[in-house]
């Protein structure tokens, strides 16, 4: 009989299987189905622990809202922690809230430290990343900071492709409460667009508390919601810091549902592809990319399941929406109205109608005054509103050294420099609309503007600025304006009655040298073409270092900062991370910046930007305009995301035939191209000292130009005898030394992990 029973149940649940996978046409189980519609799948949990997790994020596979087309979910685990209770991740993140209504979820990442560990004598470092890649998430700039903690430390960030830091000292200074300024601490903005970082304490010498710091036992570096963090100094000399926020730090994300824009989205309803399904739902564009979806106005709850958005009842909320009379809820609206005998005030207060004792004359007149009063009073108010405007614009003008750049001006005579204001590049860019952007990067954003007289430009907005660079400004730029060189991007003018001040630059209508070697589907790049961008822009390299005075240092060589214009002729641009070259040879920066892949490993432990930094990092370009690879290749095995390593090891197997573009490499040219990228591997040697400089390097790559005559191609026997003679002239100019892949530091540098 028992067994019977057994029987009758399991033939009944395999009934109502097969049942349900016919209802809803697909082989697997309903929930899947219904996390493709947008709906929450029945016996899925709402919450983990004490956190909400709504629609479209779910626990478990078949709980989260999986977008077409696409490789992430929403998916979130539930998961058992060491004190039993349960709480939600992702990818090892402890995630402690999730709002639908602002497109936000709030993580806890770990804080990165590097610490004193008396038993061994020795430091210790944790280096924590995040990567949410592949996910629907961005880490906000808005909301989060970067932060550096410590004495005598030196720390650096990789995010996505940019690398920015600081250095930190007690030495001499004496810490103090909320002041994260630079003395134990420091605080620096996070890039826009960003879903990946990675810290890095790269030099051990200089990040030892024990010897320059007693009684400083830790360095940190951490991402953290701008709101949850105040420096104290007790962080210092303790592990407090790390103590309280129990080894991780809260961090405030973005998301959206896919990349695609609400047009494009809207297209795609019939595959379930369209998120926004409840009715009184609208679809938000997100400025970074991709869009979320808001109950419409005068509702509120979730847009991403059918019937989520509901009406609110405002006349249940009188804080929110104020109405002292007759409140009527209304579908999406309400309606506030008055008793009969009074009337509106405020759109929300009722006032009893008074019958007036004074002659209707009286209160003409009263109200005439009234409105001149009203009338007079506003003028006063907008006209000192628009003195202190004009005096806040005064004050960054004096700031940034704009009386000095005037008078500079006017005794050098024939400097075709201008000074603009803020209206006039307002008018240029149309207010700087996103429509407008050329392109975005670590230093600021640049403009497409059109000046009085259809005179075409690029108008760069910095995004900051230190102290010490501001009373310097207006001297550098006088200095900038004076460059005239046909391979260097000419500098037009600036705006110094701003907070930040923003450049102008002539615009050059090509693209950039990134996008003219990097582009799958561009044209056939010849190696004449190749060699003569790379001349031309170290030409112009060389004008900075020798020729200006005082002489300029880029430190932001890329092949992204190289322009094009139409005849593809080289115009170097973005002097975002320039400097002068110092008078004091001890000069240090305390805020390191350029590029992942592209930066002098010799900078970075340094902290001092020289003529050398520039040529290591044209020996990078060189290296793109030989292979046609990106400097770092985040995808790729651990020993082969950085270019450099990648080639140096190529060179030392014999190997380089293999690494070469296969549109310039042949028979012919072998030998030429392997003489070619022994003069990048002169520009990557780790000590500046043992570098060519870039007139040496000119002077090389105009050898080169001579040989690519056509010419020289009839008689191959004479053009490697010609070779041969130029590599012996070159090893008796500039050793080539050795760059060693063995050093650990090194390595952790040029492959930006």
Request: with cysteine; aromatic share 10%.
């Amino acid at each position: 009989m028992r067994k019977l029973r057994y029987y009758r149940l399991l033939f009944g649940r395999l009934v109502l299987f097969l049942l349900s996978s016919i209802s809803w046409g697909v082989p697997a189980s309903a929930t899947a189905a219904d996390a493709l519609a947008g709906q929450r799948p029945g016996g899925c949990p709402s919450k983990c622990g004490d956190v909400d997790i709504p629609f479209p994020f779910g626990i478990g596979e078949k709980c989260a809202l999986q977008p077409l087309n696409t490789r992430y979910d929403f998916k979130i685990d539930c998961l058992s922690t060491h004190d039993g209770t349960r709480k939600p991740f992702f990818r090892y993140n402890e995630v402690t809230k999730i709002s639908v209504a602002e497109g936000k979820a709030w993580m806890n990442m770990n804080i990165s430290s590097y610490c004193y560990d008396s038993s061994s004598g020795t430091m210790k470092g944790k280096s924590e990343s995040a990567d949410f890649s592949d996910s629907p998430y961005w880490i906000s700039d808005k909301d989060n900071k970067i932060v550096v903690i410590g004495c005598q430390t030196f720390a650096y960030m990789t995010i996505n492709y940019v690398v920015t830091g600081c250095s930190l000292t007690c030495e001499g200074s004496t810490p103090a409460d909320g002041a994260c300024t630079g003395v134990g601490c420091c605080q620096l903005d996070f890039p826009k667009a960003t879903w990946y970082y990675s810290p890095h304490f790269p030099n051990e010498n200089y990040n030892t508390s024990k010897k320059t710091w007693t009684g400083s036992p830790c360095s940190y570096m951490t991402v953290i919601e701008t709101t949850a963090f105040r420096f104290k100094k007790s962080y210092l000399n303790s592990t407090v810091f790390y103590d309280t926020h129990r080894g991780v730090a809260p961090v405030a994300l973005d998301w959206i549902i896919t990349y695609d824009h609400c047009d494009r989205a809207k297209t795609n309803k019939a595959s379930y592809a369209y998120a926004c399904i409840s009715e009184n739902s609208d679809c938000v564009d997100e400025p970074k990319g991709g869009y979320r979806c808001k109950c419409s106005d005068g509702y509120q709850g979730n847009p991403y399941i059918q019937g989520g958005c509901q009406d609110i009842d405002e006349c249940r909320d009188n804080s929110t929406y104020p109405c002292m009379g007759i409140c009527k809820n209304m579908v999406g609206y309400y309606t506030c109205s008055c008793n009969e005998g009074s009337y509106m005030v405020n759109n929300s207060t009722c006032v009893p109608n008074q019958k007036s004792a004074f002659p209707a004359k009286h209160v003409i007149g009263g109200s005439v005054g009234l409105v001149v009063l009203v009338i007079s009073v506003t003028c006063a108010c907008f006209i000192k509103e628009r003195r202190k405007l004009q005096h806040i614009k005064q004050k960054y003008f004096r700031q940034h050294g704009g009386l000095l750049l005037f008078e500079e001006m006017k005794s050098q005579q024939g400097v075709a420099f201008k000074i603009f204001s803020e209206k006039e590049l307002q008018q240029a860019t149309n207010k700087f609309d996103e429509k407008q952007v050329l392109g975005r990067g670590g230093n600021g954003i640049v403009y497409k503007g059109l000046l009085k007289g259809n005179i075409e430009v690029a108008v760069k907005r910095c995004m900051t600025m230190d102290d010490q660079k501001k009373k310097e400004f207006g001297k550098e730029m006088l200095i900038l304006s004076q460059i005239n060189h046909k391979n260097i991007v000419k500098l037009l003018g600036c705006c110094l009655e701003v907070e930040v001040p923003i450049l102008v630059y002539e615009y050059i209508p090509n693209r950039t040298l990134f996008h003219l070697i990097h582009d799958n589907h561009g044209p056939c790049v010849s190696l004449h073409t190749r060699l003569r961008i790379a001349q031309e822009s170290a030409e112009a390299l060389a004008y900075l270092h020798s020729c200006a005075s005082p002489p300029i240092f880029h430190g932001d060589v890329k092949s992204s900062n190289i322009l094009l214009d139409a005849n593809l002729s080289a115009k170097v641009s973005d002097f975002g991370a320039s400097i002068l070259a110092p008078t004091d040879e001890a000069q240090f920066v305390t805020l390191v910046q350029g590029t992942c892949g592209y930066l002098d490993p010799e900078y970075m432990q340094t902290c001092q930007l020289t003529d050398k930094s520039d040529v290591y990092s044209f020996g990078v370009v060189l290296l793109e305009l030989l292979t046609r690879k990106q400097p770092i290749n985040l995808v790729a095995s651990e020993h082969e995301k950085s270019l450099t390593m990648r080639f140096l090891t190529a060179r030392n197997e014999n190997k380089l035939e293999d690494i070469f573009d296969f549109q310039i490499k042949n028979n012919n040219n072998l030998k030429f191209l392997q003489d070619v990228a022994e003069l990048a591997i002169q520009c990557l040697e780790m000590s500046g000292v043992n570098r060519p400089s870039m007139k040496e390097v000119v002077e090389k790559l105009s050898m080169f130009m001579k040989v690519m005559q056509p010419w020289m191609q009839q008689n191959m026997e004479e053009f490697e005898n010609f070779l041969g003679e130029m590599s012996m002239v070159n090893s008796q100019v500039i050793s080539t030394g050795n760059f060693s892949t063995e050093d650990s530091d090194v390595t952790a540098l040029v492959s930006g992990r």
